[in-house]
């Protein structure tokens, strides 16, 4: 299987955890697409979604999935999403999208976050993929340069704005040993408005597809 087919293998082994007559949190990117075309089927067994990102809400209305607004709902069983890393102690680095932010709130209201990858996100250490950072546009310049204290080579996404208005810094050349501490910490810089450090609260289960299958691992 190539990588996508692998991508939608763990996204279709998500599928059973998504609870008749509720509302399920859903991510963004090309792994939480395949779980979106997958829920497609179920639409009339679940209550509808909350998206992490307008594409998503896209993506999940086009399908006749009903959107909720996250205002709306005290909780959900469930939040399915992808990551660019994932550590043996399901911490995630995630935003290779733009939609950290999105994501990190809406599965803060949900039970369990099922994380679905193909088997070449998993990592030893998290950093070698640049650690996304949502920052308010007039603190673009200080938060990098506080990132590069932190030892991390910070760059602008050229071109990008996320869907709460703000921009991306990029941050390079990171090895993460803390990863609960190094994400407060990034947070505690003003004008971070978020980080893609999923740590503090990461996954709970993990489906990573590889050549033998999906593999399921629970946070211990
Ligand atoms: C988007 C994300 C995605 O989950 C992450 O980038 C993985 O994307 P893909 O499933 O396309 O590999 O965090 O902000």
Known sequence: MNQDELKR??????????V???????????TANHFIDGLAARRK???????????SAQRLAGHGIRLFDLNEVDTMPVYVDGADEIDAGL???KG?????????????VAERFVCI?????????????P?????IPMARAHVARRLGALGGAPRLREGFVTDNGNLILDVHGLSIADPATFEAEI?????VVSNGLFAIRGADVLLLAGSDGVECQLRS
């Open 9 to 18: 293998a763990a996204a279709d082994a998500a599928l059973e955890y998504v």
């Open 45 to 55: 067994d679940i209550l509808g979604a909350v998206a992490s990102s307008e594409a």
């Open 187 to 191: 947070d505690h810089i003003a004008g």
């Open 117 to 129: 990858c193909d088997a070449s996100k998993r990592v030893a250490a998290l950093g070698s993929f």
């Open 131 to 135: 650690l996304p950072v949502e920052v």
């Open 96 to 108: 290779g999208g733009g939609a950290l932010t999105r994501e990190k709130i809406v599965a803060a």
């Open 91 to 93: 911490s995630m680095i």
């Open 20 to 30: 008749a007559g509720e509302i399920v949190g859903v991510g963004t990117g090309s």
